[in-house]
């Protein structure tokens, strides 16, 4: 979400007449979007922000903005950072060139932030949203062939460790006809790849008249596009899931057999502290029913090691129930208060940083193990890939083909696939015979 929104203000500030530039030296305004679902991303903000009021010092002009989560959690107390000039939160972003003028033009600081984050955006700003949203083009800061669009805004779940409802406000989802018309807009740009983005995006609902629309049948519709050839949904809620999307899932052939669907722990009363509103054996038969409508489905999985209160045994049928999930990818995080959530204000921190990072490298041990062995079913196999473009880090790859470089793709099931290539293939299929299979990455060669 944060990757789109990002994109959405570079697209705006494009048109507005600004220009990319690589670095923040060669910049007269910075940009710098925010997460505050751990404390480590928002440190790391602060870190940042003490670099530019050193630049700052020899260039007083530089207009600095910081947008998104932290700036709707932290507001004036940001403001007052000697660095910034600009504090704008998720919902202010079609605000973000006018107040970059104004700071030019007038000098003077500004905060942009939502007042009352758990009241419903009123028509007309929900309404500025929408067309923000659709005035984005594909060709901005993201990876050819892909575009993220955004379903819903905000979330109603308060699980109780996150920070999110605080920041993005109550649960919207946008009309199914300004989702369709801006997925078309994409598609005639040459997007091959739509991903719909929600915070517990299979709650998607949206009700028009005596019609009620839900993930499933936006799927349906989206399906329907012409040039739309892959369809992905994040993230997925476990409670009240819908099976209609599983059925649709397996019915149409463009929504790729794919669930990010976070467990969190393993431990009932741990899920149950988290206000989760699920119990790991319904977690797992989810699970099943998955696999039984979608066989060849690839599920994914997050988990919070080191919540309040997590013993031993805690973990323990954390670690159980990654086993029999038989997971493609987990990804692993170790508890990080935030300040304003239930978790935060009614229970202790209690578990030693040390025992944390110790969880958190044996949880991502157990998931390698799995992998190791289940990656090998692909050894042979001629995969369909769309290719994201050249790998960032060269990997250790046998099949050296003629001097092209290396690229990186991705399968339905998001497996990232390793190759070589001619660049141009970015944004295009391929179709890649499998090699060697690691733990993270399937390596292959281009199969003409
Ligand atoms: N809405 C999505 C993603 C939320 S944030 C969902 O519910 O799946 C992404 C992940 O960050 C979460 O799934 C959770 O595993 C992790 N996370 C959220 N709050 C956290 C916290 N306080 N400490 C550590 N990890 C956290
Ligand atoms: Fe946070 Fe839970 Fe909402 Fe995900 S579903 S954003 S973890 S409150």
Redesign the pocket.
């Known amino acids: 979400m944060n990757k789109l929104d990002a994109a959405l203000v570079a697209s705006a500030l494009q048109k507005s007449g600004f220009i990319l530039t690589e670095h923040a030296r060669e910049a007269d305004v910075v940009l710098i979007n925010t997460c505050s679902?751990?404390q480590h991303a928002e440190d790391r903000v602060l870190s940042h922000l003490g670099h530019l009021k050193h630049m700052k010092e020899n260039r007083p002009e530089l207009v600095v903005a910081v947008m998104g989560c932290m700036a709707q959690r932290l507001g004036t107390n940001l403001l007052s950072h000697e660095a910034v000039d600009i504090v704008a939160g998720p919902a202010q972003l079609p605000e973000i060139p006018r107040l970059i003028e104004q700071v030019l033009t007038q000098g003077t600081k500004t905060l942009a932030v939502t007042d009352k984050i758990r009241t419903i955006t009123n028509p007309e700003q929900s309404e500025a949203l929408d067309t923000f949203e659709y005035a984005y083009d594909s060709d901005v800061n993201h990876i050819p062939g892909q575009a993220f669009v955004r379903a819903m805004r905000g979330?109603n779940?308060f699980?109780s460790?996150?920070?999110?409802p605080y920041v993005r406000g109550p649960e919207v989802s946008r009309p199914p006809h300004a989702i369709i018309e801006q997925i078309k807009k994409l598609a005639d740009q040459g997007v091959r790849q739509v991903t719909l983005l929600g915070?517990?995006i299979n709650s998607y609902s949206y009700r028009d008249g005596d019609r009620q629309y839900g993930l499933a049948n936006l799927l349906e519709m989206t399906s329907r596009i012409e040039g739309v050839e892959w369809i992905r949904f994040i993230?997925?809620?476990p409670g009240h899931f819908d099976d209609a999307i599983l059925h649709a899932m397996a019915d149409l052939e463009k929504v790729c057999p794919y669930l990010?669907i976070?467990a969190?722990s393993g431990s009932d009363r741990i899920l149950k502290a988290m206000n989760r509103g699920y119990t790991a054996r319904q977690y797992l038969d989810l699970l099943i029913r998955a696999r039984q409508i979608v066989p060849e489905i690839a599920i994914a999985g997050?988990?919070?090691v080191g919540f309040p209160g997590e013993t031993e045994a805690d973990f323990e049928a954390t670690v159980y129930l990654v086993r029999e999930a038989r997971y493609k990818n987990c990804?692993v995080?170790?508890?990080?208060?935030?300040p304003g959530?239930r978790?935060d204000s009614k229970l202790a921190d209690t578990v030693q940083e040390t025992v944390k990072k110790e969880r958190n490298l044996r949880l991502l041990d157990v998931q390698n193990e799995i992998n190791e062995i289940d990656n090998q079913q692909f050894v042979g196999q001629v995969i369909k890939v769309l290719v994201e473009g050249l790998s960032k880090k060269p990997h250790l790859n046998q099949a050296n083909e003629g001097g092209m470089p290396q690229l990186i793709g991705r399968t339905a099931t998001d497996f990232i696939v390793v190759f070589n290539g001619p660049e141009s293939l970015a944004g295009q299929f391929a179709n890649i015979h499998i090699e060697k299979a690691g733990a993270l990455t399937l390596f292959g060669m281009l199969v003409e």
């Open positions: 679902v751990r979330c779940q699980c460790y996150c920070v999110v915070q517990t993230t997925s809620h990010h976070p969190q997050d988990f919070i990804f995080f170790k508890y990080s208060p935030r959530t978790a």
